[in-house]
């Protein structure tokens, strides 16, 4: 069985910065890309960001120069750190990554976190 759990969210003002982490647990044997996705009340699910395992990072135009994604492959976490947020940034944050268990590969997804800014 594998988890991810996110942590990191909160209320934050336009400008301002956050930054999510997002830890996978588990029978682990390999995990390849990471990545984080969001949703925000009426809209569909929208990726941000991802990484591979070798450390390739690609993001959506909408966070492009404002967010970062890292991960740490010894601890099995990946973060997003947020810059210069802003209000279209509020959403439901879900971390997501591709993991080959004893059991085969699966796409696995977090509980989600929530991102909210607001003046």
């Known amino acids: 069985q594998v988890q991810l759990v996110e942590s990191g969210g909160g209320l934050v003002q336009p400008g301002g910065s956050l930054r999510l982490s997002c830890a996978a647990s588990?029978?682990?044997?390999?995990?390849?890309?990471m990545g984080w996705y969001r949703q925000a009340p009426g809209n569909g699910r929208e990726w941000v960001a991802a990484i591979q395992s070798g450390g390739i990072t690609n993001y959506a135009d909408s966070v492009k120069g404002r967010f970062t994604i890292s991960r740490d492959n010894a601890k099995n976490m990946v973060y997003l750190q947020m810059n210069s947020l802003k209000l279209a940034d509020t959403a439901v944050y879900y971390c997501?990554?591709?993991?080959?268990?004893?059991?085969?590969?699966?796409?696995?997804w977090g509980q989600g976190t929530q991102v909210t800014v607001s003046s």
């Open positions: 588990g029978s682990i044997y390999h995990i390849y890309a």
């Open positions: 997501n990554a591709t993991i080959t268990t004893t059991h085969g590969t699966g796409d696995y």
